[in-house]
């Protein structure tokens, strides 16, 4: 899988990735090498499966991980059956998979938590911006963001697994607002401001107050447009939200220009510096 990933980045000319003095964190799902894990009605784990699989926050860096290890290791969703099919398929896939000192395998960190919120709640970070582009709809998909409010809801089998349970870490009332917002055509963003983060043993997080997330969704919104009209012929009618996993390269390209243009529009809508200068240091 790590060399996949390189050729990915080769083919983007994308060579030679070092960190620098940038605090680049991935985070890792890690499933105890003994579990036979188990599912519920809404395909999350069982409690006694969650309790086998945990989140690790590994810290990137040119003297101890390189780049390419920790993104091979942090994105492996392919590993995902083991936790979720027959002991003969569980095996198979359970022997490709990295396996850390520990007999632990190693897992994709979306399986623990779809939207790297998690990992910057566990620093206490005072504030968020998080881009949420799962290729899933929320209106298919809504567990990611359910369970970080200890809302149930349906999930698949890469995404999101502990539950409401084992994943809130925010208060559940402030959940309908939250996921309304981020699903409304016109709006596309929602913001929690000055919030209480709650304590969750199982994913290491203290009790804190955040000051600022603004998350971005990965819909698209009505009044996006591209300039030049042919880029849209070549994207399908159900990007961004609902994709393969790996897009065409115009897609690709696509996303990443339209995640730079829900930036701006944040900052014209939101009165430019003030909200920036209020919200993020």
């Known amino acids: 899988w790590q060399s996949i990933g390189e050729q990915f980045f080769h083919t983007a000319c994308i060579e030679n990735i070092t960190v620098g003095d940038l605090a680049w964190k991935t985070s890792y799902a890690l499933l105890d090498g003994h579990a036979s894990p188990t599912r519920g009605d809404n395909g999350a784990l069982t409690s006694d499966s969650a309790n086998n699989l945990d989140h690790v926050v590994v810290e990137i860096s040119d003297e101890k991980i390189r780049v390419e290890q920790a993104l091979a290791h942090s994105t492996s969703f392919w590993a995902a059956p083991i936790l979720t099919l027959n002991p003969v398929v569980r095996r198979l896939f359970g022997n490709l998979v990295h396996i850390d000192q520990n007999n632990s395998?190693?897992?994709?960190?979306?399986?623990?938590?779809?939207?790297?919120?998690?990992?910057?709640?566990?620093?206490?970070?005072?504030?968020?911006?998080?881009?949420?582009?799962?290729?899933?709809?929320?209106s298919k998909l809504g567990a990611p963001i359910a369970y970080l409010f200890g809302v149930d809801a349906p999930t698949d089998s890469m995404n999101s697994l502990l539950g409401p349970k084992f994943s809130q870490v925010f208060p559940s009332n402030l959940y309908g607002d939250f996921i309304s917002n981020l699903s409304d055509w016109d709006i596309g963003i929602a913001h929690l401001n000055n919030v209480e983060v709650l304590k969750n043993e199982k994913l290491g997080i203290e009790p804190y107050r955040l000051k600022s997330l603004v998350m971005f969704s990965n819909i698209k919104l009505k009044r996006f447009r591209f300039e030049d009209p042919m880029i849209a012929g070549h994207l399908s009618t159900s990007?961004?939200?609902?994709?393969?996993?790996?897009?065409?390269?115009?897609?690709t390209g696509a996303l990443c220009a339209y995640n730079g243009w829900k930036v701006t529009a944040l900052i014209e809508d939101r009165g430019s510096s003030d909200f920036w200068s209020s919200n993020f240091e």
Do not use: C, R
């Open 239 to 251: 990007w961004p939200d609902d994709h393969m996993l790996f897009p065409s390269e115009i897609e």
């Open 105 to 138: 395998k190693v897992l994709d960190g979306g399986v623990v938590d779809t939207t790297g919120v998690v990992t910057l709640l566990g620093q206490q970070s005072s504030t968020i911006l998080a881009f949420y582009n799962n290729n899933a709809p929320l």
